[in-house]
């Protein structure tokens, strides 16, 4: 029997939007499911060089964010507030056993989920081939339709 | 309570969360040969869906599963 495959489109590159792209695409390939992640937009900050540990959350926006105390919108755009939120939300993902977003992109390439980027928001953003880590692809939207058009699961995150 | 089930290989993957348990189950699972028990234990509360779900997915089989004071433990035997 073939396996099944899934594909995800990654669009953002805050930190909390980063994992679940990457602990679905993991976990998939642990259970026999050929997957593709196709990074485009905000979603290439996650496959930049050196990046994938300085991905940041902003309290901005997000009335979910848990704070120690609730915090006035006005307050949560002052300068500092996002390094904080972000420092925060690591160290809960720390104290719970979490994986790291660099830890769960190695173990994505070593599972062997395919990795693509896509070449038109990197022209539009500046971004350079060499600026991407290595064993990713790069390609277009009909790169992923390809992959998508012969899979049971395809998201949009 | 502890079971007379005899496993050739360990896995320690208390206090790790979701998908770790998971990843390193597999990779575990990989390295035994047909037939053989490894022993997991998780902390995760949600590990007890997920293998079961991962098993099923991989045509491995759970041979028992045991929970007591917060800890999971597996007994799963190489069947694909």
Redesign the interface.
Known sequence: MANKKMTIIASKGSLDMAYPPL?LA??AA????DTTIFFTFYGLEIIKKGNADKLKVSPLGNPAMPMPVPIPTLIASLPGMETMATAMMKQMFNK????SIGQLLE?AKE?GVKLIACQMTMDVMGVKQSDIIDGVQFGGAATWLDEAADSQINLFI | MSADIKFDQFLDAKGMSCPLPILKTKKAVEALSKDQVLKVESTDAGSKNDMASWAKRTGNEIVKVEEGSGTFTFYIKKTA
């Open positions: 602990i993991t976990t642990s259970m026999d499911v719970h056993g979490v994986a173990l599972a």
